[in-house]
């Protein structure tokens, strides 16, 4: 079984989102036995932002097409990200809350993933139909202030609910998060929502 974790926060040390990805991806290791593991840290090895070109190199064949070593290196990246995440039978996401939404390392990857004919497919006019199904995802989700359903702030809040939409645009409709919020409110708060949250990732079951 396979394991994809993706890390997003541009802090390297003191991040919460990564501790928690880290501590989802070691419980899942020990629930499963022989998990196949792969990292990739999108604020070291981000993804360019998607262009006409590249769009285009992904679309047809590139040995055949006029294009530069770097939109072929790009197009052949983007391919092995989109294989990586059809292989996986678990993504586990580190997602920090940066100005109401995903960091755009993660936005990028999205464009990556998110591909019509590969993970989703039209079955009449709105009417999308996802071929990614059947993989877990779980995100661990850090936000700085207060956003839970029914908070003055929850409007404002786009991490969750475009991931949910996104990935349930793929197919997945379940995606399972695990929240620390309230964190830079204070010390005291934060050390709260951290502690809440592992103990919630030791609950998880394979
Ligand atoms: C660039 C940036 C933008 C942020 N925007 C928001 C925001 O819109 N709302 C919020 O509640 N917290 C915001 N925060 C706070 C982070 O969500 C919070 O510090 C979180 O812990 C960051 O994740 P990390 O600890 O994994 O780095 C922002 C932080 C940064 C660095």
Not at 148 to 162: D, F, K, N, R, W
């Amino acid at each position: 079984m396979k394991l994809l974790h993706i890390d997003t926060s541009i802090q390297a040390t003191g991040s919460i989102s990564r501790e928690m990805s880290a501590a989802t991806a070691e419980r899942l290791k020990r629930e499963i036995p022989g998990l196949d593991v792969q990292y990739r840290d999108l604020a070291v090895h981000p993804l360019p932002h998607l262009t006409a070109r590249v769009f285009a190199a992904l679309a047809q064949d590139m040995d055949t097409g006029d294009f530069s070593d770097a939109e072929r290196n790009d197009a052949v990246e983007s391919k092995k990200v989109l294989e990586d995440f059809m292989a996986a039978d678990i993504v586990v996401l580190g997602v920090p809350l940066y100005n109401y939404s995903v960091p755009s390392t993660l936005r990028a990857w999205i464009d990556r993933i998110v591909v019509f004919g590969k993970t989703f497919r039209y079955g009449g006019p709105n009417q999308p139909i996802g071929l990614a199904a059947g993989k877990r995802v779980i995100v661990a989700l850090a936000r700085g202030g207060y956003y839970a359903e029914g908070s003055a702030a929850a409007q404002h809040e786009h991490a969750e609910t475009y991931l949910r939409s996104v990935f349930s645009l793929v197919g997945i409709n379940d995606v399972e998060f695990i929240i620390a919020e309230g964190v830079a409110v204070g010390p005291e708060f934060r050390e709260t929502a951290l502690r809440g949250a592992l103990d919630t990732i030791q609950t998880l079951a394979a």
